[in-house]
């Protein structure tokens, strides 16, 4: 076990939604600088891989600056509507800047471990990098699925470790020493973001293992797509 995973990380929920409210003004720039903006790309292949079948609502969770939630808006034409949820009110403040409330997703500020929705509600209940900063992974899956419907999908984006043993050398060198350098002297943040950002990456189980947790979950068909070489990978199941 390295030094960066010797200690588990501390996702208490005044924690990660203090730290998250600090960085929101830097999120969407050190998203996109941090990635070389490929972040961009793993969006739009969540959508093309999980498109909007129908008219009935989708659900971004820990939907941040909104960026899932607005490709969902656009994939639907406006005809499908996005709720998009968070329980960190700077970070929602800055996603409603970004699309009139009348043209785009309904923004609402939402724990993900107690969701305000009613059951069987989404076709598609999406995440993109926030299921490892849920203080409860399992409470937090748990209410992913209840508020599926039968046959909707649940899609989920997160970071992974490559598993290439030269490029996955290389990455975790970057991931663990020059990424947080950047981020903090960008950032300035007081909880240390970026030095947290590796640290649950590190210690957030990929893979099969996230597989089988989706599985335990009652999910069917459960698969999962690496991207650009497995520094991220798409996670998707079937609610039965």
């Given amino acids: 076990m390295t030094a960066a995973t010797a200690h588990p990380v501390d996702k208490s929920q005044d924690r990660i939604r203090r730290m998250f409210g600090a960085i929101a003004p830097y999120y969407d720039l ?20 999980v498109p909007p079948r129908g ?5 971004d969770l820990c939907t941040g600056t ?24 700077p970070m929602l403040d800055r996603a409603t800047r970004k699309r009139a409330p009348s043209t785009g997703p309904r923004w609402v500020q939402a724990d993900a471990q107690r969701l305000p929705f009613p059951s069987d509600s989404f076709q598609i209940v999406a995440v993109a990098f926030g299921l490892r900063n849920v203080a409860d992974t399992d409470a937090g899956l748990a209410e992913m699925v209840r508020v599926l419907r039968p046959g909707g999908r649940l899609a989920i984006l997160e970071f992974s470790r490559p598993r290439h043993p030269l490029l996955g050398q290389l990455y975790r060198g970057y991931f663990t020493h020059i990424l947080p350098r950047i981020g903090q002297t960008i950032s300035g943040s007081p909880d240390r973001a970026y030095d947290y ?44």
């Fill in 30 to 49: 050190l998203n996109h600088l941090l990635s070389l903006n490929i972040d961009r790309r793993w969006r739009a292949r969540t959508v093309q891989l």
């Fill in 55 to 59: 008219t009935e609502p989708i659900l």
């Fill in 66 to 89: 909104g960026d899932l939630a607005l490709a969902y808006h656009q994939a639907g034409a406006g005809a499908v509507p996005v709720v998009a949820a968070d329980f960190c009110a």
């Fill in 197 to 240: 950002l590796p640290a649950s990456v590190l210690q957030f189980p990929d893979g099969e293992v996230l597989a089988d947790r989706l599985r335990h979950h009652g999910l069917v068909h459960v698969r999962f797509e690496p991207l650009t070489f497995g520094i991220a990978s798409l996670y998707v199941g079937e609610k039965a």
